[in-house]
C-alpha cells in the first residue's frame, strides 16, 4: 500500500530565509508526487506536481521540489519565504497503478513565517 | 476553465440530523469526482470517490453515503448525523491524470 510521511508537523522560519518541508513515500511502482498548500479554512491549492523527466520541478509562487527516487523523498524548497507563505503543506502520492483511485496525502506540515 | 463549487460554506446541525453536502464541477465532462474529510490538525482522509454518473466506491466505512445523479454533481449525505462527524469536508475532481483539484470545502459542525 503507498504511504507518505511529513516528519515535521510544524515549521517556523524567518522571513527571507530558506525553506525546506520533508516529504517520504512508500509506493511499488512509479509514483506521481505532488504538494498542495492550503490557507486556513480554505480548500487545497496545487503547489507543483511530478509525472516523470526532470526531477526539479518548479511550481507556483516560487517553490520546486526535487525527486530523489533513491531516497524516496520529494522535499518541497523556496529560496526565501514571504510571510504570505504560512499556511499548511501537503504532499501527496499516486500512480498509474491506482487506477481511478484518490491520492493519498501525508498528514501536513504547519509553516509559521516570524516577521 | 475548470471550477470546482461546494456548498455550503458553513453549516451547523445537530446529533441525528441528516445531512446533504452538494458539489459540482464546470467546463469539464467525465471527471472523477471525491469526497475527502479533514479532522482538525489532521490530513485528508478519502471517504468516497467516483468514475461515473451512479458510480460510487467508499474507502472507509461509515456514517456518510454519497451519490452522483449528474455527470459533474456529487452529494455527500447522511441520514443521522454523529458528533463525530464533524470536520471539513473537501470535494475535487481529476480528468485524465491523476491530478486533483479541489473546491473551497463546507465546515460541518455537529452540535
Known amino acids: 500500500a503507498q504511504s507518505v510521511t511529513q516528519p515535521d508537523i510544524h515549521i517556523t522560519v524567518s522571513e527571507g530565509a530558506s525553506l525546506e518541508l520533508r516529504c517520504n513515500y512508500s509506493y511499488g511502482a512509479t509514483p506521481y508526487l505532488f504538494w498542495y498548500v492550503q490557507s486556513p479554512g480554505q480548500g487545497l491549492q496545487l503547489l507543483l506536481k511530478y509525472f516523470s523527466g526532470d526531477t526539479l520541478v518548479q511550481g507556483i509562487k516560487g517553490f520546486e521540489a526535487e525527486f530523489k527516487r533513491s531516497q524516496s523523498s520529494f522535499n518541497l524548497r523556496k529560496p526565501s519565504v514571504h510571510w504570505s507563505d504560512a499556511a499548511e503543506y501537503f504532499c501527496a502520492v499516486g500512480g498509474e497503478d491506482t487506477g481511478r483511485r484518490a491520492l493519498t496525502f501525508g498528514s501536513g506540515t504547519r509553516l509559521q513565517v516570524q516577521p | 476553465s475548470q471550477t470546482i463549487h461546494q456548498w455550503p460554506a458553513t453549516l451547523v446541525q445537530p446529533v441525528g440530523s441528516p445531512l446533504s453536502l452538494e458539489c459540482t464541477v464546470e467546463g469539464t465532462s467525465n471527471p472523477n469526482l471525491y469526497w475527502y474529510r479533514q479532522a482538525a490538525g489532521r490530513g485528508l482522509q478519502l471517504l468516497f470517490y467516483s468514475v461515473g454518473i451512479g458510480q460510487i466506491s467508499s474507502e472507509v466505512p461509515q456514517n456518510l453515503s454519497a451519490s452522483r445523479p449528474q455527470d459533474r454533481q456529487f452529494i455527500l449525505s447522511s441520514k443521522k448525523l454523529l458528533l463525530s462527524d464533524s470536520g471539513f469536508y473537501l470535494c475535487?475532481?481529476?480528468?485524465?491524470?491523476?491530478?486533483?483539484?479541489f473546491g473551497p470545502g463546507t465546515r460541518l459542525t455537529v452540535l
Open positions: 475535487a475532481w481529476s480528468s485524465g491524470t491523476d491530478t486533483q483539484y
